[in-house]
């Protein structure tokens, strides 16, 4: 009867990973989508080229070596045990029912595999329009490969960092990766946007801000609703099962939260919007959405439904201040990705130890700063030497023509070009 319950617990949260792992995969389109709806239509087709290349990319390097870095698996295929079934339930019969997390090894690369991509499309919306598309591909292996790996071996796996400490015995926690994750996709976005520069045109002489509209903000609208929906599973499946009643209500309190932060980081950043420029501007509400989003992913679990709005809203309104912020020192970032994901997960590591009693003050900003400090000047490096071989900006002509045809040789919305 026992060993029954126990494999019954072990179908339950290998099946709960691998639905998880699908929402987060289904983020992919999302990110697509958004970015897709806010540059122009002349760069659309080379916006979505990215993000199918950066997503197959990202799988492939992570099962190569990026797993190997980050949790100790073997090489390729051999990193992804077999199942051993008498292994699993002497474990479980060791933990008792419901006490051990017990599910396939594969289960857990598919979920680990699709947090890669995820961190890696943060970067493709702040380069558009004007970064060289192989360029980005190539970034985009040693991103996933090599980088995020390493920093996520010292949070989530818990390995030294350089053999000097470990972050987790500082106090440092984040549940579901505001800054493994996301502030590590914004440095390393940063990074790009730093040393490749302003599209033409975004900047006056004087230091004037112009707008550039994306061209399609249905597009962004329904990119911003999937990648909430798929958030759920980025949150809820970081609980890593499902197959016992306290698991079960904290994968519920979790997705609550998830869905309180973000309706509330819209509702103020719309606020904010309205305030700060007289209009209901919709694309700081798709962002301070995400950025609630964000902001509750580093700790979804333990605040009440109330902190968790407060907590998106908090995220809500900073990345509107940012977004303003980045502006004044001319970095340009089409999407608003380093603001939503670079300043909302700190903000989100920053509020963890409000409600979660095993996390510090100290460890946060130690876990954090180590995130910054491995991920940008790493990732600056990187960029600079594909700049030094290859070039990561395209010609002046071709970003004024549209990068569509200068890297992909087609268009998204051909019918509407005048030639």
Not at 302 to 326: D, H, K, N, R, Y
Not at 347 to 366: D, F, K, R, S, Y
Request: charged share 10%; aromatic share 12%; with cysteine.
């Amino acid at each position: 009867m026992e060993n029954n319950l126990y494999e019954l617990q072990f179908a339950l949260d290998t099946f709960y990973f691998l639905i998880c792992g699908a929402l987060v995969m289904w983020m992919a389109a999302g990110f697509a989508m958004l970015e897709a709806g806010l540059v122009r239509s002349k760069n659309t087709t080379e916006i979505l080229t990215k993000n199918v290349a950066l997503f197959a990319i990202s799988c492939v390097m992570y099962l190569i070596m990026g797993y190997h870095i980050m949790y100790g698996g073997g090489w390729l295929l051999s990193g992804i045990e077999v199942i051993d079934t008498a292994q699993i339930l002497a474990d479980s019969a060791t933990e008792g029912f419901g006490g051990a997390s017990v599910y396939s090894a594969a289960s857990d690369f598919f979920f680990q595999v699709v947090f890669v991509a995820t961190a890696m499309s943060i970067v493709s919306g702040a380069v558009a329009e004007r970064m060289k598309l192989w360029s980005f591909l190539a970034f985009t292996a040693v991103m996933t490969g090599f980088i995020y790996p390493m920093e996520g071996a010292w949070t989530w796996n818990g390995e030294d960092v350089f053999g000097w400490y470990n972050l987790g015995d500082l106090g440092f926690s984040d549940f579901a990766g505001s800054g493994i994750v996301h502030m590590a996709g914004a440095s390393a976005a940063l990074a790009g946007v730093v040393l490749l520069g302003a599209r033409k045109g975004k900047y006056g002489p004087n230091g004037q801000v112009k707008a550039i509209p994306g061209a399609n903000l249905p597009m962004a609208t329904l990119g911003t609703f999937i990648l909430w929906m798929g958030w759920f599973g980025f949150n809820g499946g970081s609980v890593l099962k499902l197959g016992d009643i306290n698991s079960a209500h904290s994968v519920a309190m979790v997705f609550l939260n998830t869905n309180a932060a973000a309706a509330a980081g819209a509702i103020a950043a719309l606020v904010v919007a309205r305030i700060k420029f007289g209009k209901a501007d919709l694309t700081m509400m798709l962002n301070g959405a995400l950025a609630g989003l964000v902001t509750i992913t580093a700790e979804p679990s333990t605040p009440t439904a109330l902190e968790a709005s407060l907590f998106g809203a908090l995220g809500g309104i900073l990345v509107v201040f940012s977004i303003l912020f980045l502006d004044k020192f001319k970095l340009d970032d089409p999407v608003g990705a380093i603001s939503v994901h670079g300043s909302a997960g700190l903000l989100g590591l920053m509020l963890v130890p409000i409600t979660n009693e095993g996390a510090t003050w100290v460890g946060q900003i130690i876990g954090a700063a180590t995130i910054f400090v491995w991920v940008f000047p790493l990732s600056f490096a990187v960029w600079f030497i594909i700049k030094q071989v290859a070039g990561i900006r395209v010609s002046e002509e071709e970003e004024y023509k549209g990068v569509d045809i200068s890297e992909c040789g087609m268009e998204a919305y051909p019918e509407f070009t005048t030639r």
